[in-house]
């Protein structure tokens, strides 16, 4: 080890001579944290993907290693955020791996006082014999005067604005196809 | 915008750094008026007349930009002699009906077509929020109409709009809005010298603004002053929505909601689209100018999507397999359907009703009386557990061993579990890449709806019903893939794209769009995001590696054209106002359209253009109609119809207010959507007596922190630890006159509830003297509720249920209340407090809402009414039996 090189590694000769005088940055730091590397850098994927909250867009960067989420960033190629995320796009890692988010069907029985397991298959079972049996029970052919309603206004939907247009396209085509007429979303609030 | 939309609020600074000078209009002093040059603070629900000042200011020192005027608006049109205004009638226009609450608008029409309206009594049109399909179109109007290129005429658009905003003076703004003359001239002097031939001013609005019984008029208001000052098409002009959900503009145009089918299609309604050609004709209007002369392309090309091989010409596309319309099916109107028993399943898809919505005990109590609910969420939300956790089961309104609800929760997958598109603000359309797989058994809605309906189909397989055929016919063969055979996001993408249906091959431009069965287009308006087989939506060409307006990231709808009516930015020879301003112009030599976006006009079709007699659709609109989607290819400063509370926008107090309206003698919106049900109620104001015992006005809005109801925010860390209390802020003088302390407990009253929140005394807010009185108002964040690691009550409980008229949006920005220091009562004793308020308001079952506040409606069939309108005209339409 050269002089130079141990002198550099007390932080007061970096203080002095860097360009760090007032010794809250570069010289302050310590051979570890010299050595640590961003998770950002070391991620097994990155995905381009847009931030969930509100309208403006802004891009993010989404780093994945070993299948989980590790760190979301603003994508700095954005022309509509160049870069940016505020407080809520910042915490989007910690929305989407949040130890709250309920990852198990949850199925509550009328008059219950709890919920109660269900599996998903299931679920999806039931819920289609009730859609079923709400259609036939409120299923309107035809007007009085004989013209077509084709409808049930025994089903409802709300909801949209947070998800894909992808998925809103097949939200909206199903529906219309069983007849269900009362579809609405966040735009009309 | 510096709270609510941070990151776009950088392009604001951006422009401050280079000299712009940055107004900020707000009950509350934000973050936004922190930076801004000038805050000025206003009473809630006023802006129509501090905008109507503004547009005084403007008619009255000659400061519009003539040239432009004269060549794309309407302001040289003559209007029917049959059209009174509200200084005419008190604050109503001509055609008002008492009997519905609503206008005949056979007297707005322009001069020689009265007889061309095509609505009379609008009634229906706003059961069925027809103005919202307007989004990306103008209604029709017969051409040609009369025009007086010098103005002159007293019936000319331009001299009505100066009677009409003649006495919005810089006075009657302080008088009305509480903004001080000086502080008011200051803006309006700006905002007219900012336009013009080298200059452009942007209008930028919060959702909040369409949160108001006269929502629609407060974003038309605006309209008038950017057309009269020449800033629609032009870059740094505009009118820009700042929107609050990632896609919430992409699921109005791919519509989750009842009114719409995808590209601003309406739904049928019984009686007007009994046929195939009545709806299609209702679209496009035969004889019409513009690009709607071929929607029945685009009608034809959504049924193709939908019903495939099944959809042909012979069979009109399988048109009766659509449900249709008979009254109001808003989300309001159903929840009061659930409230009496007549919906029996509810789907709750990434929304949270039951702090999100107004009237929250409504919305709690509508979802307590359903056969079942599915309830699709990252989170258990309110909406969710109001069974076990909620103010309802507090007071015993909700008990859980009594409440019949079935409730599935059914885990969602979040936005990096899965690939898809959003439609952010401004209509640009970006990709994201899926990064994880979504844990346990969270899905996406993809996943959910492709598995549902392939279950109802096997179901129903061999099903002899009619009423099944529309779900055996529906083309429903989407790829999968992976171990929970996740469908192809691509391939839908790919069908709301287009494609010819011989050969598959998507479609590049909705032009190509047939009639004939042909061609399949789920949403004809993003015709384009596929073109070439290749995802438009997921380019990401860096910000460094092109231009300024950034053509090559994502794909912005119609056509990647990233700003609408752009012709406008040329002069009528198509020449550039300004080479400051440059953006598209007509190039001679070529003999096309070009500039730095895609023209927004016929790219060969030259500036000296002239429609031969007799010519509809495109072929009509001539070389220098800039607003091509318009039905006489110019921008309107007044509507003779589409709009259905008014051709002009005017002054009218919110539905609640304890304020007289200091310019007409109708106080409040007269076609506003109210129902008479006995959950709901409004808050008296003045003409109706007792409006003391909500003396305050409050306000409610976005925190930083926070999103909406919370769902997506109260359950994450850094942001529940950000804001972790629900709180109010009130002025110091309303603090001392109501004996209140700063970090103690407060709850406030209003007719539907009773909420506590800390106090925050704070200068933020400012006690107005308005019409010779003091005015408080309150502010408080909206994001509460009883789930999630921070809880508290919601703000949105306050509200009752009143909606504008035309797009049947809630007033949920501005009401009234009393506030009382201390916690709220607990248990029945709140609803004790409550009811002890409505009895001193006099809000009985009993009472009616007076609609009509003036004597003044035309024809003296109103005259001496301060009548309320009849129950019947909210309460019968739901039933299918129609519009009487």
Not at chain 2, 367 to 387: C, G, H, P, Q
Not at chain 2, 726 to 737: C, G, I, Q, T, Y
């Amino acid at each position: 080890m050269g002089l130079r090189t141990f002198l550099a590694g007390w932080p007061v000769y970096r203080q002095l001579t860097g360009t760090d005088p007032l010794g809250r940055g570069a010289a302050a730091q310590s051979a570890r944290s010299a050595a640590l590397t961003a998770r950002t850098e070391t991620a097994d994927s990155v995905a381009r993907s847009v931030c969930p909250y509100c309208a403006v867009g802004c891009g993010q960067r989404v780093f994945v290693t070993d299948g989980r989420v590790t760190q979301i960033e603003g994508d700095p190629d954005s022309p509509i955020s160049r870069g940016r995320l505020c407080p809520k796009g910042s915490a989007s890692k910690s929305l989407v791996t949040s130890p709250l988010r309920q990852t198990t069907v949850r199925y509550r029985r009328p008059y219950a006082t709890e919920w109660e397991d269900l599996d998903l298959d299931t679920a999806l079972d039931m819920i289609a014999d009730r859609i079923l049996a709400a259609r036939e029970d409120t299923w309107e052919d035809v007007d009085d005067a004989g013209r077509p309603l084709h409808r049930t206004l025994g089903i409802s939907s709300l909801g949209g604005a947070t998800l894909d247009n992808e998925e809103n396209y097949l939200i909206k085509k199903l529906f219309t196809a069983m007849g269900a007429l009362q579809i609405e979303n966040q735009a009309r609030i | 915008m510096a709270e609510a939309h941070p990151v776009g609020f950088q392009w604001v600074m951006e422009a401050k750094r280079r000299g712009a000078k940055v107004f900020h209009v707000d009950p509350r002093f934000t973050r936004t008026s922190a930076v801004a040059d000038s805050y000025l603070p206003i009473r809630a629900g006023t802006d129509i007349a501090l905008l109507g000042g503004v547009v005084r200011h403007i008619l009255e020192n000659e400061l519009d930009f003539r040239e432009y005027v004269l060549a794309y608006t309407n302001a040289a049109t003559i209007v029917s002699d049959q059209f009174a205004d509200t200084e005419d009638l008190d604050g109503l226009f001509s055609g008002y009906r008492p009997d519905t609450g609503s206008y005949d608008t056979s007297s707005w029409q322009y001069a020689g077509h009265e007889g061309h309206a095509e609505i009379t009594g609008t009634g229906k049109e706003r059961d069925s929020a027809a103005g919202l399909r307007h989004e990306s179109h103008g209604m029709p109007v017969p051409a040609p109409a009369q025009r007086d290129e010098t103005l002159q005429h007293p019936r000319c658009v331009y001299q009505i709009l100066r009677r009409h905003f003649a006495r919005y003076t810089p006075e009657m703004v302080e008088r009305v809005c509480g903004i001080p003359q000086d502080k008011f001239l200051e803006l309006a002097d700006a905002w007219a010298a900012n336009s013009g031939r080298e200059r452009t001013g942007a209008l930028v609005y919060s959702v909040g603004w369409t949160q108001h019984s006269v929502g629609v008029q407060y974003i038309r208001t605006g309209a008038i002053i950017q057309t009269l000052l020449g800033n629609m098409g032009r870059p740094g002009g505009g009118i820009l929505a700042l929107r609050g959900h990632a896609s919430i503009q992409g699921s109005t145009d791919i519509p989750t909601l009842y009114n719409l089918l995808p590209g601003y299609l309406p739904m049928p309604h019984h009686a007007d689209h009994e046929t195939f050609d009545d709806w299609v004709d209702s679209i496009r209007h035969p004889g019409q100018k513009g690009f709607w002369g071929d929607s029945r392309a685009y009608a034809a090309s959504l049924l193709k999507a939908y019903w495939g091989d099944a959809a042909t010409p012979e069979n009109d596309f399988c048109y009766d397999h659509l449900p249709r319309m008979t009254g109001d099916h808003g989300t309001y109107q159903q929840v009061l359907n659930m409230i009496d028993g007549k919906i029996r399943g509810y789907f709750l898809l990434g929304q949270n009703p039951a702090v999100g919505s107004a009237h929250g005990r409504a919305q709690r109590l509508g979802m307590a009386n359903l056969d079942w609910l599915v309830v699709r969420d990252l989170f258990l939300i309110e909406s969710a557990t109001f069974w076990k956790n909620s103010p309802e089961v507090a007071t015993g309104e909700i008990v859980p061993e009594q409440c019949r609800t079935e409730v599935f929760f059914l885990p969602a997958a979040s936005h990096v579990e899965k690939e898809g598109t959003f439609t952010q603000t401004q209509r640009l359309l970006q990709w994201r890449e899926k990064a994880v797989d979504p844990p346990g058994d969270a899905r996406s809605e993809l996943w959910f709806f492709y598995h549902l309906g392939r279950r109802l189909r096997e179901r129903l397989a061999g099903s002899p019903h009619p009423r099944d055929r529309a779900l055996l016919d529906l083309t429903w063969d989407y790829p999968t893939h992976g171990p929970h055979a996740e469908p192809s996001a691509e391939a839908v993408l790919r069908e709301i794209n287009g494609y010819e249906v011989a050969t598959g091959r998507p479609l590049s431009a909705f032009t190509q769009a047939r009639d004939d069965g042909s061609t399949a287009i789920g949403c004809w308006i993003y015709t384009g995001v596929y073109a070439d087989g290749v995802n438009q939506a997921a380019r990401r060409r860096s910000r460094h590696e092109q231009d300024w307006v950034a053509a090559q990231w994502g794909w912005a709808w119609p056509a990647n054209r990233r700003t609408l009516y752009n012709r406008a930015s040329a002069d009528p020879q198509g020449r550039p106002w300004s080479e400051r301003k440059k953006y598209v112009w007509w190039d001679p030599d070529a003999g096309e359209w070009t500039g730095y976006d895609v023209p927004d006009f016929e790219k060969t079709k030259p500036p000296t253009y002239r429609p031969p007699e007799g010519a509809s659709g495109v072929a009509a609109i001539a070389g220098d109609d800039a607003f091509v989607m318009q039905g006489d290819g110019k921008a309107w400063l007044y509507a003779p119809s589409g709009v259905l509370d008014g051709p002009l926008p005017a002054h009218y107090e919110p539905a609640e207010s304890p304020m007289r309206n200091p310019l007409y003698g109708q106080q409040a919106n007269p076609t506003r959507k109210v129902y008479e049900h006995p959950v709901n109620s409004v808050n008296p104001s003045p003409p109706e007596a007792h409006s003391a015992v909500f003396p305050y006005v409050f306000t409610v809005s976005r925190l930083t922190e926070h999103h909406t109801a919370g769902g997506m925010s109260r359950t994450v860390r850094p942001l529940a630890e950000l804001q972790p209390e629900m709180f109010v802020e009130v002025s110091p003088e309303l603090a001392a006159e109501a004996g209140l302390t700063h970090l103690g407990w407060a709850h406030l009253v209003s007719g539907r509830a009773a909420i506590e929140a800390k106090v925050l005394v704070t200068d933020r807010l400012t006690p107005l003297r308005v019409d010779g009185r003091i005015i408080h108002q309150l502010w408080l964040p909206y994001h509460f509720g009883t789930e999630g690691l921070v809880t508290g009550d919601s703000a949105n409980d306050l509200f009752g249920i009143t909606l504008d008229p035309n797009v049947l949006i809630q007033e949920s920005k501005v009401g009234t209340c009393d506030v009382r220091p201390g916690r709220r009562p607990t248990g029945p004793a709140l609803l004790d407090l409550v009811a002890d308020y409505r009895r001193r308001a006099g809000i009985t079952p009993q009472r009616r809402v007076p609609i009509v506040t003036t004597d003044a409606a035309g024809g003296g069939d109103a005259a001496g009414s301060t009548d309320e309108r009849s129950p019947q005209a909210s309460a019968d339409e739901h039933d299918g039996g129609g519009d009487a």
